[in-house]
């Protein structure tokens, strides 16, 4: 599967953004997807996953209740909508697909073997 992230861009403190994650040359419906960023000068860090049920859904703690994620399989495509930013959201931000079970999740970026080439989210404060 490949996987192209979408929607990043410049946005001013409290303000929204919604990335896009399209998957190609399979279906999104077999994996589990996950979103995860990578602040200036720092290491990759996990922000939000959805099981390939949706019906399952991890954020991180500095994320929870401001992003939500979602997925349309009929369309291919994962979402994170991100409300409320803070400058400290400042990052790359990357889609990331596994393979697993209706159930499965993850918050680790050692499970997952295919990435997307990352979208630039600044916010400015």
Known sequence: VQ???SGGGLVQ????LRLSCAASGRASSNYAMGWFRQPPG???????????????TNYSNSV???FTIS??????????????????????YYCAAVPG?????????????YWGQGTLVTVSS
């Open 42 to 56: 720092k290491e990759r860090e996990f922000v939000a996953a959805i099981s390939k049920s949706a019906g399952i």
């Open 101 to 113: 079970s209706w159930v499965y999740i993850s918050s680790a970026l050692r499970n997952y073997p």
């Open 64 to 66: 929870k209740g401001r």
């Open 3 to 5: 996987l192209q992230a």
């Open 71 to 92: 997925r349309d399989d009929a369309e291919n495509t994962i979402y994170l909508q991100m409300n409320g930013l803070k400058s400290e959201d400042t990052a790359v």
């Open 13 to 16: 403190a409290g303000g929204s």
